[in-house]
Every structure is written in C-alpha cells, then in structure tokens.
C-alpha cells in the first residue's frame, strides 16, 4: 500500500506527467523489485487486481450512468477477483461487494486517518494516542465480525484450471470495460468455464484412490467409472471442518455431488469430524460405520465384516474380524479391501497389531500393492507380521505435519524400510493419487502436479 501511495504522488513530487496507467505499473515493478517472491504470493495477485479493476472503472469515468459510480466500483472489483479467488482458494464469498461498500470507506475514510491520528497523538499524549488506537483497533474487529459468513455461505466450485482462470480473467475484464456491450453476453459463456472444469474421468474396470492432505487425520476419495466411495472425512474444530475446505472443494472440482457410499470407520474426531458438513452440502446414499454411537445417531450401517460388492469390475471387501479384540474404538474401524485387475488398497482406519493379526489369520493370502499405514503410523500398529504378510508395493502415512503424536513413529519407519518398500506420506507430497490401470498400478504426488518453490526438493 505504501508503496502504491508513493507511486502515485511520485510524479507530482518530481514535476513530471506519468499516466495513471504509468503509475500503476511503476508501483507493480517496485514491489517486484523489493520483493521478487511476492509473484508467487496470491496476495499480491489480488491487491494489482483489485486497483487494476478500479482503474479501469476511473480512467473511463463513466460517472452519470444511472448506476452509482460507488456500487459499479465495488461490482468492478468483485469482478475482478473472483477468478483469482477462486484459483487460489476454490471458494468465494457472495456478499463481497456488499460488505465492501461498508468496509472500504470506513477504513478509508475513518481508519487510516484515525489510526494517523493516533501515532501523532502518541508522540504528544501517549495515553491518549494508546486509548484512540484500542478503540479504533476494537472497531475494525467488530467490523470483521461482522462480516465472518455462517458455515455453508460461500460458493465453493473447487480449483479450477488455470486456462479456465484465464478465461474468467478476460471476462471479468469484458465485463468492467465500457462500450462493447455485445462482448457482456460473450464474457458470461466464458465465465461459466470456471463451474465446469474438465473432468478427468476414470476409465471402465480400473479406480482411482485420493489420499487427500487433511492433516492429522484421514480421508480417502475412492472413484470407479459410475461411482463413488468417500472413506473417512478428516476432522472437525472450532473454526470449521476438514471437509469443508479440502473434501468438499475436491469433491466439487471433480464433478462429484452424490456419494454412493460414505464409510467413517470409527467415532473419532480426525476421521469423522467433517460428517455433518459432508452431509450438508453432498447427497449421500449410503452411510456405513464401524462405530454404534454413530450408527444411531445418524441411522447409519454397520460395516459387516465380509460383506462384498462390486461396481463395474471394481470389487470392494470389508476384511476387518467381526469380534475385533481387545474392543476398542480404534479396534472398531472398517477396515476396506479394494481391487481391480492387478492393483489392491487396504485402508486399516485405526486398527492395532491385535486386528492386524486377526485378519491375517482369517485372509493368510492376502497381498497388496498399496498400503495405508493404520492410525496414521501409530508404534501400535503396523506390525512386523502385518507388513510382512500383505507385501505391500508402497506403504502411505496419512498424517499432519509436525504433529503431537509423532506419526509416523520411527519404529514404523523403520520396519516398513527393513523391508525395503517404498513410503509415501501426504506431509511431503500432499495428496496422493493412486491409479489402477490396465498397464499398471500408479502413484502420483500432488506437489509433483502443482509444484511450488517453497515445496521444491
């Protein structure tokens, strides 16, 4: 901002004529110039963005049309960002341009002054520049409080390519722009592209496997080519759930408003706590749980030990014993068994050595090519006997980073490398997509997609 400030008075102070156009560039390549990084910061994205919509608006100073210059303004910039927004966070608020119309002038207008004032007034009166400060500081909190939208408020659509970004980009600039109101209506269709993103569909016969990054928790996204599987949700916390902001968003990205099944395999918070919004903003027709608490609370199924079915050539198990021992709640976890053609995922939710040892008894044959790490790593789980029976390809840790508990522990570690499988764990590449194919089985890392410079390496 200061450096915008500055670009700006620039030409006055020095006495020489720069247009407005000029000034704005002159203050983007100074930031660049200070902070080369700031590029890959979606901030600075907004911030040109946002000023480069109102300049469009003010040089073409179109102020007696009926609309107040105000509103079109504010309209400009919700324009203006929304493409951006919605790259970068998958999900945009409404009623922007409502609470801008609001938030602008009082930080403009009442704020910035104020809090000039009150830095003054501390070098005169510091008592009474502090109080000024507090109250103006208790006063844009109110402010934010007010304007923090009830869960279930904003549009999420997911992230959308980036030439869908583009097009939304120069739509949003056809929109701002006077004069061609016949490339209005041609803005809308392309606008529409960021809605409809293209679908990487999964081919007949084969699945694909979402381990997604939900931190210290677990959520995995199972899709054949006419269904879809959603094992656990992530957790939920005071300020708002895992689904929400990670499930949800991939669910919209991809296409996905039904779930065929939901399996939550246990109570717990880091594997069920997303449920509720889940099931407010995504059709389910199936509810399994190895949890009874949960199953009369929301009338949901048990997961019955054995219990098979098949979509398309994809064929779907639950293998964990149907007496667990000792019972516990991590004991009660649905463990799921997928297969199609050469590739296999077991998904053991919680379960302890003790589980792990019934199932091998019961399932002696039983090998995979993928397999998560039950309770995310945990030293109770992950067995000697448990790896050394599934020979799994690749071993997946689903946990958050630095966390609490020290998943995965380094007894784990270390017995999936004494036998030289490969791991991979969704703190160091993010989501982790696994394809079965008909040339093979498949593992992709998230970061190896999207890279970024602070993910490199």
């Given at each position: 901002a200061?450096?915008?400030?500055?670009?700006?008075?620039l030409?006055?102070?020095?006495?020489?004529?720069m247009s407005?156009?000029q000034?704005?560039l002159?203050?983007?390549v100074l930031?660049?110039?200070i902070?080369?990084l700031?590029?890959y910061?979606?901030?600075?994205?907004?911030s040109?963005?946002?000023?480069?919509?109102?300049l469009?608006?003010?040089a073409n100073?179109?102020?007696?049309?009926?609309?107040?210059?105000?509103?079109k303004?504010?309209f400009?910039?919700?324009l203006g960002?929304?493409?951006l927004?919605l790259?970068?966070?998958?999900q945009v608020a409404?009623?922007?341009?409502?609470v801008?119309l609001?938030a602008?002038?009082?930080?403009?207008f009442i704020m910035?002054?104020?809090?000039?004032?009150?830095?003054?007034?501390?070098?005169?009166?510091?008592?009474s520049?502090?109080?000024?400060l507090?109250?103006?500081?208790?006063?844009?909190?109110?402010?934010l409080?007010r304007?923090?939208?009830?869960?279930?408020?904003?549009?999420l659509?997911g992230?959308?390519s980036?030439?869908?970004?583009?097009?939304?980009?120069?739509?949003a600039?056809?929109?701002i722009?006077?004069?061609?109101?016949?490339?209005?209506?041609f803005a809308?269709?392309m606008?529409?592209?960021?809605?409809?993103p293209?679908?990487?569909?999964?081919?007949?016969?084969?699945?694909?496997?979402?381990?997604?990054?939900?931190?210290?928790g677990?959520?995995?996204l199972?899709?054949?080519?006419?269904?879809?599987?959603?094992?656990?949700?992530g957790?939920?916390?005071?300020?708002?759930?895992?689904?929400?902001?990670?499930?949800?968003?991939?669910?919209e990205?991809?296409g996905?408003?039904?779930?065929d099944?939901?399996?939550v395999?246990h109570k717990?918070?880091?594997?069920?706590?997303?449920?509720?919004?889940?099931?407010a903003?995504?059709?389910i027709?199936?509810?399994?749980?190895?949890?009874?608490?949960?199953?009369?609370r929301?009338?949901?199924?048990?997961?019955?030990?054995?219990a098979?079915?098949?979509?398309?050539?994809?064929r779907f198990?639950?293998?964990?014993?149907?007496?667990?021992?000792p019972l516990?709640?991590?004991?009660?976890?649905c463990v799921?068994l997928?297969?199609?053609?050469?590739?296999?995922?077991?998904?053991p939710?919680?379960i302890?050595?003790s589980v792990e040892?019934?199932?091998?008894r019961?399932?002696p044959?039983?090998k995979?090519?993928?397999?998560i790490?039950?309770?995310?790593?945990?030293?109770?789980?992950?067995?000697?006997?448990?790896?050394?029976s599934?020979?799994?390809?690749?071993?997946?840790?689903?946990?958050g980073?630095?966390?609490?508990?020290?998943?995965p522990?380094?007894d784990?570690?270390?017995?999936?490398?004494?036998l030289?499988?490969?791991?991979?764990s969704?703190?160091?590449g993010?989501?982790?997509?696994?394809?079965?194919?008909?040339?093979?089985?498949?593992?992709?890392?998230y970061?190896?997609?999207k890279?970024r410079?602070w993910t490199?390496g």
């Amino acid at each position: 901002a200061l450096i915008m400030a500055l670009a700006m008075l620039l030409p006055v102070l020095i006495n020489r004529s720069m247009s407005i156009w000029q000034r704005y560039l002159l203050a983007l390549v100074l930031v660049l110039l200070i902070q080369p990084l700031s590029l890959y910061q979606p901030g600075f994205w907004l911030s040109f963005s946002a000023v480069g919509a109102l300049l469009l608006i003010v040089a073409n100073g179109d102020s007696q049309k009926r609309i107040k210059p105000l509103i079109k303004t504010q309209f400009a910039v919700f324009l203006g960002l929304f493409p951006l927004l919605l790259l970068w966070m998958g999900q945009v608020a409404l009623i922007a341009p409502l609470v801008n119309l609001i938030a602008i002038p009082a930080l403009t207008f009442i704020m910035l002054p104020g809090v000039l004032v009150g830095l003054m007034l501390c070098l005169i009166d510091p008592p009474s520049g502090a109080a000024l400060l507090n109250f103006l500081g208790d006063g844009f909190w109110y402010l934010l409080q007010r304007c923090v939208l009830p869960e279930g408020q904003g549009l999420l659509v997911g992230h959308p390519s980036l030439m869908a970004s583009v097009l939304a980009v120069l739509a949003a600039a056809l929109f701002i722009l006077p004069g061609w109101i016949g490339g209005r209506g041609f803005a809308f269709f392309m606008i529409i592209a960021m809605f409809f993103p293209a679908r990487d569909r999964v081919q007949s016969g084969e699945f694909r496997a979402t381990v997604l990054d939900v931190g210290q928790g677990l959520s995995v996204l199972i899709e054949t080519e006419q269904k879809t599987l959603l094992y656990d949700t992530g957790a939920a916390y005071p300020v708002g759930s895992i689904a929400r902001y990670t499930v949800i968003p991939l669910l919209e990205n991809r296409g996905i408003d039904r779930l065929d099944r939901l399996v939550v395999s246990h109570k717990d918070n880091d594997h069920s706590g997303g449920y509720r919004d889940l099931n407010a903003e995504v059709d389910i027709a199936e509810f399994h749980t190895g949890s009874p608490d949960l199953r009369s609370r929301f009338n949901a199924k048990p997961c019955r030990s054995g219990a098979a079915w098949e979509w398309g050539a994809v064929r779907f198990k639950y293998i964990q014993p149907p007496h667990p021992s000792p019972l516990t709640e991590n004991n009660r976890s649905c463990v799921l068994l997928v297969q199609s053609g050469g590739c296999s995922l077991v998904i053991p939710g919680d379960i302890e050595s003790s589980v792990e040892e019934q199932i091998i008894r019961e399932y002696p044959d039983l090998k995979v090519n993928w397999l998560i790490a039950a309770h995310h790593g945990s030293r109770f789980s992950s067995s000697d006997l448990w790896l050394a029976s599934l020979k799994p390809e690749k071993v997946i840790f689903s946990a958050g980073f630095d966390n609490s508990y020290g998943h995965p522990a380094g007894d784990v570690v270390r017995r999936v490398g004494d036998l030289k499988v490969p791991m991979a764990s969704t703190v160091k590449g993010g989501a982790l997509i696994l394809t079965s194919g008909s040339d093979g089985c498949f593992m992709e890392r998230y970061r190896d997609q999207k890279k970024r410079y602070w993910t490199a390496g």
